[in-house]
Structures are given as structure tokens and as C-alpha cells.
T-cell receptor, first 110, second 117 residues
Framework: AQSVTQLDSQVPVFEEAPVELRCNYS??????LFWYVQYPNQGLQLLLK??????LVKGINGFEAEFNKSQTSFHLRKPSVHISDTAEYFC????????FGTGTSLTVIP | EAQVTQNPRYLITVTGKKLTVTCSQN?????MSWYRQDPGLGLRQIYY???????DKGDVPEGYKVSRKEKRNFPLILESPSPNQTSLYFC????????????????FGEGSRLTVL
């Protein structure tokens, strides 16, 4: 079975500072990994995904994530955040179903 | 425009009054799914459908029903709503069911906020 753990439920960060949102997964099979973003009062939309190949994946809005198989992690990073990045971020893994983490609320402070 | 449409977006109802939340996608996706989102619990799957007339339970199916008579529609039915079903509900679809050969992502509707008094 697969599962996803997002270690931080809330992450406050000042504008223009870097941020890392952590995600660890467990799986006995090969998986695909995703990060979704949910802006206030909206549905989830895809930020980026890892299927295979390069372990560094770039997504929309300047976000990137690195797949680390040995540490079973898929952390999301951005070198300089903006106010508009304030949102809920979900890590997800697919095996026979989509499995989501509990989410990390990113708040960017002016 | 490719989208997943849910209705209603907001609903306040009372215990025991049957309601249906509709979901429709225009992308000819095979796979559709319902989730509920609750604070601190993230997204939990209620039901999913691999294709027309094929549905199965997710992690939290109690108190819900679904049907998939057409490829584009996947309504969520609450036969006798209770206050513990107060939540934010999301419908999502994907071109193909998740699995080792599927690389597509889920497309989400904008959500339906349900309050049961």
C-alpha cells in the first residue's frame, strides 16, 4: 500500500525568502509523484509531477521538486516566494489509486 | 474549455433531507472520483469510477452513493445527510485510471461546500 506524509501542516515565510515543503511517501512499488496547489476557494491544480527520468522536476510558478528514492522523499522548493503563493499544497502519489497527504498551508508574509 | 463542473457550489441543508451533488467533465475521461476535504485530514476518497457502470468504494464511503450511467457524469448522492457529512467536496477526473501505465494527473472541480444542520 502507498501513503504520503507531509511533515509540516503550516509554513509561514516572508516574501522573497526561499521555502521548502516536505513530502515523504511509502510504497512497495514504483510510483508517480505529484504536487497540487489549492488557492483559496478553488479546486486543486497540478503544480508538477515526477514520472521518470531526471529527479529534479520543474513546475509552474517557479516551483521545483526533487525525487529522492533512497529517502523516499519528494520535497517542493521555491527560491523566492511571492504573496500570491499563499495557498494549500498537497503531495500525492499514485499506485493503484491516488493518495494525498494532509496538506501544508503556506502563508507568505509581506 | 476543459473542465470539471460541480453543482451546487454551496449548500446548507438539514439532517435527513436527500441531496445530490452533480459532477460533469467534458474531457472524455474514463476515471472519476469524489473526495471530501476536512481540516487536518486532507483529501479522503469517497467513491471512484473506472468507467461507465463501474464504481467502487474509497476510504470513506459510508453515507454516500454514486452512479456512473454516462461517461461524463458522476453524481454524489447523500440519501440521509448527517452533520458529520458537513465538508468540502471535490469531484475529479483523469484520462485513465491510476496504475503502472497511467501517467496522467487528476483534474478537479472547484468544490462544493456542504453544511448539514
Amino acid at each position: 500500500a502507498q501513503s504520503v506524509t507531509q511533515l509540516d501542516s503550516q509554513v509561514p515565510v516572508f516574501e522573497e525568502a526561499p521555502v521548502e515543503l516536505r513530502c515523504n511517501y511509502s510504497s512497495s512499488v514504483s510510483v508517480y509523484l505529484f504536487w497540487y496547489v489549492q488557492y483559496p476557494n478553488q479546486g486543486l491544480q497540478l503544480l508538477l509531477k515526477y514520472l521518470s527520468g531526471s529527479t529534479l522536476v520543474k513546475g509552474i510558478n517557479g516551483f521545483e521538486a526533487e525525487f529522492n528514492k533512497s529517502q523516499t522523499s519528494f520535497h517542493l522548493r521555491k527560491p523566492s516566494v511571492h504573496i500570491s503563493d499563499t495557498a494549500e499544497y498537497f503531495c500525492a502519489v499514485t499506485g493503484n489509486q491516488f493518495y494525498f497527504g494532509t496538506g501544508t498551508s503556506l502563508t507568505v508574509i509581506p | 474549455e476543459a473542465q470539471v463542473t460541480q453543482n451546487p457550489r454551496y449548500l446548507i441543508t438539514v439532517t435527513g433531507k436527500k441531496l445530490t451533488v452533480t459532477c460533469s467533465q467534458n474531457m472524455n475521461h474514463e476515471y472519476m472520483s469524489w473526495y471530501r476535504q476536512d481540516p487536518g485530514l486532507g483529501l479522503r476518497q469517497i467513491y471512484y469510477s473506472m468507467n461507465v457502470e463501474v464504481t467502487d468504494k474509497g476510504d470513506v464511503p459510508e453515507g454516500y452513493k454514486v452512479s456512473r450511467k454516462e461517461k461524463r457524469n458522476f453524481p454524489l448522492i447523500l440519501e440521509s445527510p448527517s452533520p458529520n457529512q458537513t465538508s468540502l467536496y471535490f469531484c475529479a477526473s483523469s484520462l485513465s485510471p491510476p496504475g503502472p501505465l497511467a501517467t496522467g494527473e487528476l483534474f478537479f472541480g472547484e468544490g462544493s461546500r456542504l453544511t448539514v444542520l
